[in-house]
């Protein structure tokens, strides 16, 4: 792979040519501001880095395997799904302590907000449920039967739907955030993992980690419009396992993580092609973007640490260890 | 349209539409699938081990742990299964079992039958058309010369389980072996398995030792003596190996094996490290899950047996949702076809060989703490499926159904 430290003053230069009177002001908040949060699954941790030196700040204790993490919608609070726990736990961004717990039913793999942060919606895998929770009063207050090993949470942009992905019932499964109720099963390839949104709000995409496709679902007739299939060159096929998906703000693109084949594949998202396969580190799941999307962090779970890939160039910059079987990526503006 | 392309059912219609809504008050009642399991009850003998006492349900469980599974999945399509249970004391016992089933009218079998067993089932006049998942019986011949188009194996063969073994010999670059033989016949015949492997790895085995020895009640005081005094004596002047391999299924002896060998060597086969579709270190590939869900279940951990027997009875409820169809004979039919595969926590897809009934599947190397490797190991390539490198391949199966 090709290693080249982040060129950290880039942004700097350009923003100085564009507001040169605040741009220092400006450049300096967002620095010290952005931070990486990386739960370290087998660590009972959280790896906190500076978002621009990807320098180690903090390493925060967690409950027990610690797996999805969430920004909260206000960007105050990091959500941590502690699953063998049995809880979500809220991180203060501000102490980077944790300030207090939610209810998640039992075993919290994955979960999602609703877009005004009132609600989570927690896949809880060894229960075969959704859990609502309510944040304000931090209770569930509904939970919608599903198919076994629920994992992949994901609501739509208007809050209306969430979809849930069961790992070996291998559906997606719509789920009305107003009734709770089921309103569509859509059977996928063999163990769908992440479910996620277009921005327009028009698709649900879902990976099939052994089936080694991503399932694009047309979101109002429930039908699958297209099965995305990863050819890595030199790689056989069963090594593409794809995990997590990322859309970037415009829609244009995709990248999907591919787990064991060490690789994000870059996915034009109008004509469903794969454009280009970025090296990574070893048994890529979840990623990340910063939030001008300028960088994608990718969790390696078997090398132990974040690989930082420029958008623009669809380039692997810099790979950083973390700690244990690092699952989950979040970034905080 | 792909298997699953397009297919989609409302479940809770109401929402959007009162017609909807209609509709489903209408719905009809799920169709229940039938699968029935069929399994010899053994007199279980104590073995080696204390600490492992042989569960009197094994295999069993596994496939009441994977009609749950089937069930959950079932809910949504309008899919029903149930499990016909029989536990039968010999070979006619097995063959009335199977014939009222058939009368009932069921066509998918799970069986836990030794091969003789097996074989008088399958070539019974009622077995055509109906589809026998063979959960645990590993014997080559069943995929060989005694193969039968109405019997699928969820269980790995012999052959597969010594590739398994010799592979990773192979990568490690161990190239000589010594080989312990039990007495039992199926001792004689996972010997038979070890020796074709190691030919096709070109892993020499520099000499075979048939166990004699019968300690008698070694458990008692002071009898660990007699025992590392007998291992000793039976490794002493072998040469140059790399590893003991030890052919003992039933668990009499090959667990005394390790540390009395007299040249320091590590064990591996039947005991030691162990090449085997499961085992309790096992946790990757979010095995984690089956794991705790079997143990939940059952209040005991997983064996081979019973990962076998879950792999046949969620292969009836894969078929049954990817080809949308309830009807046992077309179930049986897709589970042999391309459109099928099962994911049984290996992080691959798993499909049967068409030309032997097969199922494919990656094997573990464990000893009783740790999971060692996972083969096929990396390198051994193939022109279709790499899984095809464990066991016999297409261009060598006497299999002729």
């Known amino acids: 792979m090709t290693v080249r430290v982040l060129d950290c003053f880039a942004p700097l230069a350009m923003t100085r040519k564009l507001v040169p009177a605040i741009a220092v002001v ?18 009972n941790t959280i790896t906190v880095l500076d978002g621009q030196s990807y320098n180690v700040v903090a390493t ?46 039992p075993d919290p793999e994955r979960f ?14 060894n229960d075969n449920k959704v859990s609502t929770v309510d944040v304000a009063s931090a209770k569930i207050v509904a939970e919608t039967p599903v198919g076994i090993e629920p994992e992949g949470m994901a609501v739509s942009p208007d809050g209306k739907v969430v979809v849930d992905t069961t790992e070996t019932t291998s559906m997606a499964h719509f789920i009305d955030t107003q009734t709770h109720k089921v309103v569509a099963n859509v059977l996928v390839d063999s163990r769908p993992r992440v479910a996620a949104w277009t921005p327009d709000g028009s698709q649900v995409w879902t990976s099939s980690e052994v089936g080694g496709t991503v399932a694009v679902i047309d979101a109002a007739s429930h039908k699958i419009l297209k099965k995305i299939a990863f050819d890595v060159p030199g790689l056989t096929s069963g090594h593409a396992q794809p995990v997590d998906i990322k859309f970037t703000k415009d829609g244009k693109i995709a990248f999907v993580a591919l ?23 070893q048994r890529v799941w979840n990623m990340a973007f910063t939030p001008d999307q300028k960088q994608l962090i990718t969790a390696n779970g078997v090398s132990n640490d974040i690989t930082i890939i420029d958008v623009a160039d669809q380039k692997p910059v810099k790979s950083v260890p973390v700690g244990r079987s690092p699952w989950g990526v979040v970034v905080s503006p | 349209m792909g298997k699953t392309c397009g297919f989609w059912l409302s479940v809770a219609p109401v929402l959007f539409s009162t017609a909807l809504a209609a509709a489903q008050t209408v719905a009809p009642a799920p169709a229940t699938i039938e699968i029935s399991y069929i399994g010899l009850k053994v007199d279980r003998v104590l073995p080696l081990s204390y600490l492992d006492q042989p569960p009197a349900d094994d295999g069993l469980q596994g496939a009441r742990v994977a009609l749950a599974d089937n069930q959950t999945t079932g809910q949504f399509l309008n899919q029903s299964f149930h499990l016909n249970e029989a536990m039968v004391p010999d070979a006619a016992g097995a063959v009335e079992a199977f014939k009222a089933r058939v009368a009932a009218g069921d066509k998918l079998f799970v069986t836990d039958l030794p091969a003789p067993m097996l074989l008088q089932v399958a070539d019974l006049p009622e077995a055509k058309g109906v589809t026998i998942l063979d959960a645990t019986a590993e014997d080559d011949a069943l995929r060989a010369e005694s193969c039968r188009r109405n019997v699928l194996h969820t269980s790995p063969s012999r052959a597969m389980l010594a590739d398994a073994l010799m592979q990773y010999m192979a990568i490690k670059r161990w190239s000589r072996i010594a080989l312990v033989i039990g007495g039992d016949p199926a001792d004689k015949l996972y010997a038979d398995a070890i020796r074709n492997s190691a030919h096709k790895f070109r892993i020499k085995i520099v000499q075979e030792i048939p166990w004699t020895y019968d300690p008698g009640s070694r458990q008692t005081d002071t009898g660990h003596y007699a025992v590392e005094a007998e291992v000793a004596h039976v490794t002493q002047g072998i040469g140059d190996y790399d590893l003991l391999v030890v052919a003992d299924e039933a668990d009499n002896f090959g667990d005394d094996l390790g540390y009395r060998t007299t040249d320091p060597r590590p064990v591996a086969g039947t005991q030691g490290m162990v090449p085997t579709a499961w085992a309790r270190p096992f946790d990757q590939w979010a095995a984690t899950q089956l794991q705790s869900r079997f143990l939940k279940t059952t209040g005991r951990w997983m064996t081979s047996n019973d990962y076998g027997a879950w792999l046949a009875v969620r292969a009836v409820g894969e078929a049954a949702a990817q080809g949308q169809t309830t009807d046992a004979g077309q179930i049986g039919q897709f589970m042999r076809g391309k459109d099928f595969d099962l994911a049984g926590f290996k992080g691959t897809k798993l499909t049967f060989r068409d030309w032997d009934g097969q199922l494919r599947e990656p094997l573990l190397l464990a000893d009783a703490r740790s999971l060692i490797s996972v083969s096929p190991q990396p390198g051994f390539l193939h022109q279709f499926s790499e899984l095809d490198t464990l066991g016999v391949d297409r261009p060598e199966t006497k299999c002729r159904m």
């Open chain 1, 26 to 43: 400006l450049f300096a908040n967002t620095a010290l501001a952005e931070r990486i949060f990386v739960s370290n699954e087998k660590d």
């Open chain 1, 112 to 125: 999602d907000t609703s877009p005004d942060g009132k609600f989570l919606y927690v896949a809880n895998e």
């Open chain 1, 60 to 105: 925060v204790k967690t409950g027990q395997r610690p797996r999805a993490i969430l920004l909260s919608v206000d960007g105050k609070s990091l959500y941590i799904c502690a699953s063998d726990s049995d809880e979500i736990q809220v991180l203060d961004l501000a102490s980077l302590k944790i300030t207090g717990k939610l209810p998640s039913g």
């Open chain 1, 259 to 281: 787990g064991p084949a060490n690789r994000v594949a870059v996915v034009d998202a109008k004509t469903f092609e794969v454009q280009k396969y970025i090296l990574v580190g």
